[in-house]
């Protein structure tokens, strides 16, 4: 089936620069997309949505952008801190008629090191 | 606010038999959806369950099921396990079947030998 995906699945960043993340998605009607982060021994925690209807979204410190013409996601990180260390899943799902949703489809994740 | 809490954290079984996890959402949440997430295959759905019935479902084999009560809380059950199930099974809660943003708790490590 289709997936989502993730082009590198290692970044390593100096303290203090920005991230970005990329994502690439294959499936069109894909309406909805979240990025989680997940720390060792942890489940993925939440950092940002945006649905297909918008091209950028910020948040503190995180901006995600879509482009929906290349189906590309990506996930921007000022000033990167030690604490942002961990991995990154982007994720996308599909509403259906009834109002229901497919559950998450995941990219593999990158693991991104802030070197000091 | 309590977030999602999976029970028990870690969790040895041997090939063959079964085993049930427990998960309870965050207080108000109505959906709960399973995840397995595996070093070769990464973060993969299970099921979703609201209001006690099961809305969608993912591509795995009969030997995972699962269950939700009255109260929201969630089992999922895996019987005649492989060495293949081993992994970490998460579990998601958000408010009603329609919410789009799923809310993770830590986990269940399953390790079967």
């Known amino acids: 089936g289709e997936s989502v995906g993730l082009h590198l699945p290692t970044l390593s960043v100096q303290e203090g620069d920005n991230s970005i993340i990329n994502c690439a998605y294959s499936?069109?009607?894909?309406?909805?997309f979240i990025w989680y982060k997940q720390e060792s021994g942890k489940g993925p925690q939440f950092i940002i949505d945006?649905?297909?209807?918008?091209d950028k979204r910020q948040g503190q410190r995180v901006t995600v952008l879509l482009n929906k013409t290349v189906k590309h996601l990506s996930l921007q990180i000022a000033a990167t801190q030690p604490g942002d260390s961990a991995v990154y899943f982007c994720a996308e799902t599909t509403a259906y008629s009834g109002g229901g949703a497919d559950g998450l489809t995941f990219g593999k994740g990158t693991h991104l090191i802030i070197q000091p | 606010k309590a977030g999602v809490t999976q029970t028990p954290r870690y969790l040895i079984k041997t090939r063959g038999q079964q085993v049930t996890l427990s998960c309870s959402p965050i207080s108000g949440h109505r959906s709960v959806s399973w995840y397995q997430q595996t070093p070769g295959q990464g973060l993969q759905f299970l099921f979703e369950y609201f209001s006690e019935t099961q809305r969608n479902k993912g591509n795995f084999p009969g030997r995972f099921s699962g269950r939700q009560f009255s109260n929201s809380r969630s089992e999922m059950n895996v019987s005649t396990l492989e060495l293949g199930d081993s992994a970490l099974y998460l579990c998601?809660?958000?408010?009603?079947?329609?919410?789009?943003?799923?809310?993770f708790g830590s986990g269940t490590r399953l390790t079967v030998v």
């Open positions: 998601a809660s958000k408010l009603v079947w329609t919410a789009r943003m799923e809310t």
């Open positions: 499936n069109s009607a894909s309406d909805y």
């Open positions: 945006i649905r297909s209807n918008m």
